[in-house]
C-alpha cells in the first residue's frame, strides 16, 4: 500500500515537472526577441533547472528497472 501511495506521489510530481517545463517554453518563446535581457535569463535558468530535474527522474526510472530485469 505504501508504495502505491509513493508512486502516485513521484507521478503527480513529474506530472507537476512536465507542465512547468512546458509551461516555461511556451513563456520563453512568446517573449520579445530581446535574447539577452534579465527576464529571459532567469526563465531560461529555471527552465534548465526543470529539465534536470526530469532527466534525473527518468535515468533513476531506468536505473531500476535494469536491476530488475538483470540476470
Do not use: H
Not at 534548465?48 to 536491476?67: E, G, H, P, W
Amino acid at each position: 500500500m505504501l508504495k502505491v501511495g509513493l508512486k502516485t506521489v513521484v507521478q503527480i510530481e513529474v506530472d507537476n515537472i512536465e507542465n512547468k517545463i512546458e509551461e516555461l517554453r511556451e513563456t520563453l518563446n512568446n517573449l520579445p526577441a530581446n535574447r539577452t535581457s534579465q527576464k529571459m535569463v532567469s526563465l531560461s535558468k529555471e527552465l534548465d533547472f526543470y529539465i534536470l530535474a526530469y532527466q534525473k527522474f527518468c535515468l533513476q526510472k531506468n536505473n531500476a528497472l535494469s536491476n530488475v530485469y538483470q540476470w
